[in-house]
């Protein structure tokens, strides 16, 4: 009946599509990484140099392969750097989100009980808030005034932060606000994952020559429960991605200092009257770009590691 | 079916309680108090001691517990944490007024997701019957997938654009015209674009999921009987994996209601809704605390009630998941897991 055939036809081979969206990543960070390199071919010395005799230049003018926005910006240029603002917070989110989370959905497993009752309802509740709020809630918070005079002056350094600069407080205060909305998958990924680890024979054998409860943690459970942890870890940069994009939009993003794809879309929104499509179309390609080939990367390695789980509760509203 | 309901509506409840209680903390936790903002926003410098008589005024520097309970009872106008710092106003208030223009447009949105995505996924999965079909059934797949991927504002961006251009006089900004608010087609006119939208990435996920739930279930014993008893393939669809594929989806869609509601915030201050998700984004740049905390648990209120919606209709659609849920003792996970 030929049925086995078309099964199998359903869906793009799961290598091809870990394979593209490796390639396209790759792509993206080979952008990211040149940014420096690109200015000689743009005519433009930084990505925030103004100049409004330039404005609105369309795609393939002198010198402007992509065409210019409102302010004259190049836009490959800028679309440049702001690959490297967009990797940066969306890995770095991911990284965070999918530690915390990994620990918290572990240690609720090995407590048991009325811990693990308490923690996952907190889990459960937060959840229940849409991520997009709950950001807004927390960067309307981190970004006052109050924030940069807790922290000690040597992690102020750190961010580069001065009386005349904020440095990189606002890539630092996005990634945290990012990350702390985005574990709450990963903390139930882990729980499960420990959950199921904890019953094998192994665990057991470890148990009984005495090794202790952290122990237990960082050498036998959280490596065992690392693939479907890192996978979603990939699949949170997309998120955090997205996030970075709609707060970008909202303005509550890096601010004018950092260019990032989420900022050249909310600014290009003032020039689409004029008739400037092109200023809005490639950084939302490259949002687009960036999204895809995580998501790729992510569900294609699920399916080749055999453990498919539908994600579905953590979509950023973005 | 009401013991169902009842039980899942006072499960509800600790969770509610959970979420006023992480916004309370969230207040606690952050540095700096509502006096400070308070003071930030007034741009005038008081004395310490002056500050103290105002934290003290507020009960800010009463025990935790009473100042949650004082907070939560503010909300409609009894104390001052109640309050927003824009005009003074319980935050019910503000908060209720703006309540049924999101409920519209996010409203509209799932119903659009849960139609076009199954509508569109089953279509997906019936044409790759054929050979021709297939290569469409491909395209709209890598179609999804892209929608899927592409942040919702600049899609947004780009349908204002293309409505501008190639339909000019169809209405693009806020929930009515000026004027003619309680027209229902005006209100439907001015919805179906941005309520669009909202779904386009829900709709995309959806239509996957079900076009691969779909074929999943082709390969079932179910249908082989059906179409030896002389059903054709549409029928079968039709009558049969129709009605399968509905209950996953249900609460898929439950699951990602969350996510709407955040994306309503871009989708309202887009098309210039004044809607909750607006009030939240004014809220955030006016740092008007009260609002925003309260914010935070009228969104876990409503999700947590439509959820209990979405629970509840798949017990109605899918028998097995009413009898998972009227076993005592049993929490039911959703949708038509026993077949998976």
């Known amino acids: 009946m ?47 140099d103004v100049d409004l005799s330039l404005a609105n230049l369309p795609p393939a003018s002198a010198g402007h392969l992509l065409g210019t926005d409102f302010l004259g910006r190049d836009i490959l240029c800028e679309s440049m750097w702001g690959a490297r603002a967009s990797l940066a917070v969306g890995i770095l989110a991911a990284g965070i989100a999918v530690s915390v989370g990994s620990l918290w959905g572990a240690m609720s497993a090995l407590a048991g009980g009325a811990v693990d ?45 001065s009386p005349w600069s904020h440095g990189l407080m606002p890539l630092a205060t996005i990634v945290l606000v990012i990350s ?10 882990a729980r499960a994952q420990v959950m199921t680890i904890r019953s094998q024979e192994y665990v057991l054998a470890a148990r009984s020559l005495g090794v202790g409860r952290l122990g237990m943690l960082l050498r036998h459970l959280l490596p065992n429960a690392a693939v479907p942890l890192v996978v ?21 993003g890096l601010g004018p200092g950092i260019p990032s794809w989420g900022q050249m879309v909310a600014s290009a929104q003032m020039s689409l009257i004029d008739g400037n499509w092109w200023a809005a179309l490639t950084p939302g390609i490259l949002i687009s770009a960036l999204v895809l080939a995580v998501n790729l990367l992510g569900e294609g390695w699920l399916e080749v590691t055999g453990s498919r789980h539908h994600r579905v509760a953590a979509q950023p509203g973005a | 079916m009401t013991g169902i309901v009842i039980r899942r509506a006072l499960a509800a409840v600790p969770l509610l309680f959970v979420v006023s209680v992480m916004a309370f903390l969230l207040m606690k936790a952050v540095p700096g108090d509502p006096v400070d903002v308070l003071i930030g926003n007034a ?27 004082n907070w939560v009872a503010g909300w409609w106008g009894a104390g001052e944490l109640g309050r927003s710092y824009k005009d003074g106003r319980p935050v019910a208030c503000v908060i209720a007024e703006r309540c049924p223009t999101t409920l519209l447009l996010v409203g509209s949105a799932v119903a659009l997701a849960f139609a076009g995505g199954i509508t569109l996924g089953t279509a997906m999965a019936v044409l790759s019957w054929s050979s021709l079909g297939r290569l469409l059934e491909r395209a709209c797949a890598v179609a999804a997938l892209l929608l899927y991927s592409a942040p919702t504002f600049w899609l947004a961006f780009l349908a204002i ?33 941005p309520a669009l939208l909202l779904a386009s990435r829900k709709a995309a996920k959806i239509a996957l999921f079900v076009r691969a739930q779909v074929l999943d279930e082709m390969g079932r014993e179910y249908v082989l009987v059906a179409r030896s008893k002389g059903l054709s393939k549409t029928a079968v669809v039709a009558r049969h994996i129709f009605r399968n594929t509905m209950p996953p989806v249900i609460s898929l869609l439950g699951l990602s209601l969350p996510a709407l509601f955040g994306g309503s915030v871009l989708i309202e201050t887009v098309f210039g809704w004044p809607g909750i998700g607006r009030l939240a984004v004014d809220a955030t740049f006016g740092r008007n605390y009260p609002v925003i905390l309260a914010l935070i648990v009228v ?42």
Request: hydrophobic content about 50%.
């Open chain 1, 232 to 252: 979603e870890a990939t699949l949170l940069v997309s998120d955090a991605v997205l996030m970075e994009a709609g707060l970008s939009y909202l303005g509550l």
């Open chain 1, 117 to 161: 009752a308490v923690m996952m309802r907190v889990v459960d509740g937060l959840l229940s808030i849409p991520a997009l709020v709950l950001v807004l809630a927390l960067q309307s918070f981190m970004s006052s005034p109050q924030l940069t005079a807790v922290l000690p002056p040597a992690v102020l350094a750190g961010l580069a932060v």
């Open chain 1, 2 to 48: 030929g049925g086995r055939r078309r099964r199998s036809g359903k869906r793009l081979r799961p290598g091809l599509r870990t394979a593209g969206g490796a390639l396209l990543l790759s792509l993206l960070a080979v952008m990211a990484l040149l940014a420096p390199g690109v200015w000689p071919l743009t005519g433009t010395h930084t990505p925030i």
């Open chain 2, 299 to 340: 969104y876990g209120a409503i999700v947590v009630a439509s959820n209990l919606v979405a629970d509840v209709l798949s017990c109605l659609a899918d028998p097995r998941v009413r009898e998972q849920a009227m076993a005592p003792g049993t929490r039911p996970a959703p949708g038509g897991t026993g077949a998976a």
């Open chain 2, 43 to 69: 741009e005038r410098d008081l004395s310490p001691g002056q500050a103290l008589a105002l934290r003290r005024e507020m009960g800010l520097t009463r025990p935790w517990p009473r100042q949650y309970l």
């Open chain 2, 161 to 193: 654009f293309a409505v501008e251009r190639w339909l000019p006089g169809w209405p693009i900004l806020g929930p009515h015209r000026a004027g003619s608010g309680d027209q229902l087609g005006d209100a439907l006119q001015h919805v179906v674009l």
């Open chain 1, 180 to 189: 702390a909305t985005t574990w709450l998958e990963a903390a139930r990924l």
